[in-house]
């Protein structure tokens, strides 16, 4: 951008989409799902908990293709020691290249067992961040599993 755009010259913007608002539920048990750099919400919303000291439920589900691109593996890290109900469940689908000292599951994130792992949590609102049909099939599983759909909050990608 800062060495081929000029005064004058016409560019397309691209706008965000979806419903994406930590506002109202930060106080609340959240369930946080992204796939790969779909992470990127979630940076600001841990860092926030982590300097507000808040003690609501945050589970972490993150999914990425390799270790490699794990982009805030010391973040987790950070918030897994300084917040008392976080928890987080990092799945890498290709586990050949690259390593990690955090926990994992290889294969690729597991709605159904993002669900069954939150069933316990009050009312939680869970975040969807990531890659359109990801986003979309996961609405679908959250909504058939019972959830009030305005209790999902999504960031699409187009």
Same mark, same amino acid.
């Given at each position: 951008?800062?060495?081929?755009?000029? $005064?004058?010259?016409?560019?397309?913007?691209?706008?965000?989409?979806?419903?994406?608002?930590?506002?109202?539920?930060?106080?609340? &048990?959240?369930?946080?799902?992204?796939? =790969?750099? =779909?992470?990127? +919400?979630?940076?600001?919303?841990?860092?926030?908990?982590? &300097?507000?000291? %808040?003690? !609501?439920?945050?589970?972490?589900?993150? =999914?990425?293709?390799? +270790?490699?691109?794990?982009?805030?593996?010391? %973040?987790?890290?950070?918030?897994?020691? /300084? #917040?008392?109900?976080?928890?987080?469940?990092?799945?890498?689908?290709?586990?050949?290249?690259?390593? $990690?000292? %955090?926990?994992?599951?290889? =294969?690729? #994130?597991?709605?159904?067992?993002?669900?069954?792992?939150? #069933?316990? #949590?009050?009312? !939680?609102?869970?975040?969807?961040?990531? !890659? !359109?049909?990801?986003?979309?099939?996961?609405?679908?599983?959250?909504?058939?599993?019972?959830?009030?759909? /305005?209790?999902?909050?999504?960031?699409?990608?187009?």
């Amino acid at each position: 951008m800062f060495n081929e755009l000029k $005064t004058g010259d016409k560019l397309w913007l691209k706008l965000p989409y979806g419903i994406f608002n930590f506002d109202d539920s930060m106080e609340k &048990d959240s369930v946080l799902i992204a796939g =790969g750099t =779909g992470i990127s +919400p979630f940076m600001s919303f841990l860092q926030f908990a982590i &300097d507000k000291k %808040l003690n !609501p439920v945050i589970h972490l589900n993150y =999914g990425v293709n390799k +270790p490699g691109l794990i982009i805030i593996e010391d %973040l987790i890290k950070e918030a897994a020691q /300084k #917040l008392h109900n976080f928890k987080y469940h990092l799945f890498i689908e290709n586990t050949g290249t690259g390593n $990690t000292d %955090l926990e994992f599951s290889t =294969g690729i #994130l597991d709605i159904q067992k993002i669900i069954n792992n939150s #069933l316990k #949590l009050n009312e !939680p609102v869970y975040y969807l961040s990531g !890659p !359109p049909a990801m986003i979309e099939s996961f609405e679908k599983s959250l909504i058939n599993a019972g959830i009030k759909a /305005k209790n999902i909050k999504y960031d699409i990608w187009e």
